[in-house]
Structures are given as C-alpha cells and as structure tokens.
C-alpha cells in the first residue's frame, strides 16, 4: 500500500510546482520582450558631426535598425566610429530604452594646418588626415605646412614626419602662432619656423608646444640687445643658441645665451655655436 503523501510534503510539491510555473511565464514574458518591437533600434540620432555624414557616422558604428538594444555594444561602437572616420577623434553612444533610440554624440578633429606642395594647397586636420584640397591659402588662420618629397591625397593620411607635426599643433593655442609663415618639416625630428619678422627657429617636433611658446620671448631678448634676424635654435634645452644668417652654415657666432624666458641663462657660457 503506497504510503500517504504528509501534509508538509504536499505543500512542499505545490510550491515547487508554483516556481516552476512562474519561471516558465517569467521565460515566456522575457523572450516576448527581447522579441517586441519595443526593445528594438528605432531611432538614430547623430549629433556633433558638421563635415561627416550622419550615413557615414551610422554605418561606422555597426548599428542597425531593428537591432535589438539588448545588442547594442555602445563601446565598441563607438570605438569603430573612430577608427573607421578619421575626421572623429571622440565618439559617445547612449540608448534611451522607452523611445528606442540610439544616440550617438561624435566631436570632429580641427584643421590645423595648411599643407603647400606644387600642386596646391591641402587642409591638414589634428591626426594627419588631408581634409580637402583648396584654392589657396590666403587669409586662412592656419600656419602654412611644407616638407620636401611629401606628396598628399585627399582623404588619405599624410607622411608620418607631416602628421606628428599635425598632432603637435593641435595643443598650440592660434594665438601663439600669429606670425608663423611657414613651418618646414625637416624630416629629421624637427622643424624650420619661418616668421612674419625674417627670424628663423628650429624646434624638435617632439617639444613643438614649448618651444612655440619660447619663441617670442626669445626674439624679443635678442633684439633688445640689438642682434638682427637669424636662426635660433630651441632644439634641447637652453641656453638657446642664435646665429646670424652670415656666418651659416659652416662659422661660428659669440652671442648671449638665452633661457626659455628670453634672459640670460645662469651659468651658461656667452659662446654658442651656429646651427647649420
């Protein structure tokens, strides 16, 4: 004779067979949310972008319409977006579950420079990247970019020496540029600045934000003390060493050292060597 089920036992049984239920529901229900269209893609929005098309900028992200937003990878989405767009230095992605919209917030890379080659003038944006090739320079607030050998393409990345440039002169305020004309990449790991006064500088690459802001104070000391345009050499560290376009490339010039103030560097020698 089978033996009677208890009344703790039966309890236990039905209870179980309640969880059971409910997790079943609880299944159904969640399947039939992750399968609504309610929690699918059905709005994107592109916002911050004001050369790159909002088509360009969407299909970079890999995001798709009717998407689940379950699905929705928002960092490596926007890391794509910056990888794939090199107008884009900074991508953000947000999703708003109730409207079902994807919002995704870019900040486009400045022009910084103005590359010149015999074949015209190119817009050079803050990674290297040739933006656009334009009638002329004129009037541009841009430092004018020259290299030897250096040929560009449109919506292609300059040559490596062109784009640390690039990257340097995207911490330089504009305002510490009034008066540059001209930098010349020498390929070497520095520049050649050439300024609106017939002074030249060279500068390393690496140290181009600094030695820019050094610049005016330094021309100012030399030519308090009398000394006429040359070449002033802020490569290392100071004292800076100035040598009159007559003795280069191959004489010596005794002048003052300067320090990165434009003064007079304690201890230094007033024996400096000119920079050919």
Same mark, same amino acid.
């Given at each position: 004779m089978p033996r009677q089920e208890t009344t703790q036992e039966r309890e236990r049984r039905?209870?179980?067979n309640r969880r059971i239920v409910v997790s079943f529901f609880a299944f159904i229900g969640l399947v039939a949310v992750l399968e609504s269209p309610l929690a699918r893609v059905r709005h994107i929005e592109v916002s911050g972008n004001t050369t790159v098309p909002m088509a360009q900028i969407v299909a970079s992200s890999g995001i798709a319409y009717g998407e689940s937003l379950w699905e929705v990878n928002r960092k490596r989405a926007a890391s794509d977006i910056v990888a794939k767009v090199p107008m884009? !230095?900074? /991508?953000a992605i947000s999703v708003s579950w109730?409207?079902?919209?994807?919002?995704?917030r870019v900040h486009e890379r400045d022009v910084v420079a103005v590359y010149a080659d015999p074949s015209g003038f190119y817009e050079l944006m803050s990674n290297g990247?040739?933006?656009q090739k334009i009638p002329s320079a004129m009037g541009l607030p841009y430092p004018i970019v020259t290299a030897q050998d250096s040929k560009?393409?449109?919506?292609g990345m300059a040559p490596a020496a062109v784009s640390s440039v690039c990257r340097q002169l995207a911490s330089v305020p504009a305002s510490e540029l009034i008066g540059v004309?001209?930098?010349?990449?020498?390929?070497?790991?520095?520049?050649?600045?050439y300024l609106d006064n017939?002074?030249?500088?060279?500068? !390393?690459? /690496?140290?181009l934000r600094g030695s820019v802001a050094a610049i005016q104070p330094t021309i100012r000391y030399f030519v308090g003390k009398g000394y006429r345009p040359g070449l002033i050499d802020l490569t290392g560290s100071p004292p800076y060493r100035y040598t009159p376009f007559a003795s280069l490339p191959n004489s010596n010039v005794k002048t003052p050292a300067v320090s990165s103030r434009g003064g007079p560097a304690r201890g230094t020698s007033p024996n400096t060597t000119s920079h050919s």
């Open positions: 039905k209870a179980r884009v !230095d900074h /991508a109730p409207s079902g919209t994807v919002s995704i990247y040739v933006y560009l393409s449109v919506h004309s001209e930098i010349h990449v020498n390929g070497d790991g520095t520049v050649t600045l017939d002074f030249e500088v060279l500068a !390393d690459v /690496a140290d």
